[in-house]
């Protein structure tokens, strides 16, 4: 085992930091939930259902993004103990990413009809997933035994970029192709299972 370079970065060290930006970024998705309904009078079931439906959704949808992508950055720091300036500076835009994740799911939560908000949150979940996918990339420029999880987080790319094109047309219809993001947890398991090539 090769001795780390003395001038390169303790993974470790950024994981405490990618806990407390993903916790923060997780909570403050439902901050301005509460303050979303204003009714006049006594709200009923379908009033609430027609203030809360689609903002759930988003929320539920931003908060297993940033889920998955959390256990997604942990694994791949688990793999990376040290890394060059490069890889802390991308590994700093992807938290960038997600502590801006609130922003676009208020403002998608809100509204989900209109396109240009549909296609900015389409490009938001995009560059969460080619940051990640770039950076599991380098993990496997690095070793070769993690072709798994690389191809596991090029999923959700291919997945968000046409569910961003979608948006910019029917923005109702993007938010479930979108949820077929997550396959890329099963893809990735099914390469873990399926047998080697014998060399």
């Known amino acids: 085992m090769t001795e780390p370079n003395p001038d390169d ?17 997780m909570t403050l998705l439902a901050y301005d939930l509460p303050k979303a309904g204003q009714f006049k009078g006594v709200p009923g079931w379908t009033d609430l259902y027609q203030l809360y439906a689609a903002r759930l959704s988003g929320l539920v949808l931003s908060f297993i993004i940033a889920g998955v992508f959390w256990f997604s950055h942990h694994s791949r720091l688990v793999r990376q103990p040290y890394g060059s300036r490069n890889v802390v500076i991308i590994n700093l835009l992807f938290l960038l990413s997600i502590i801006l994740l609130p922003v676009t799911n208020g403002l998608y939560s809100s509204y989900n009809q209109s396109s240009a908000v549909a296609v900015l949150y389409g490009l938001h979940l995009t560059s969460i997933a080619s940051l990640n996918a770039g950076l599991w990339w380098l993990v496997r420029r690095d070793d070769q035994q993690h072709h798994p999880a690389f191809v596991g987080a090029v999923v959700p790319v291919l997945v968000f970029l046409p569910g961003t094109l979608v948006a910019m047309f029917a923005p109702q219809y993007a938010l479930y192709l979108w949820f ?7 893809v990735r398991r099914f390469i873990q299972m399926s047998p080697t090539d014998p060399d």
């Not at 970065?9 to 970024?25: D, H, P, Y």
């Open 9 to 25: 970065f303790e993974m470790r060290r950024l994981e405490s930091l990618s806990n407390t930006i993903f916790g923060v970024a």
């Open 180 to 186: 077929l993001a997550f396959g890329g947890l099963f």
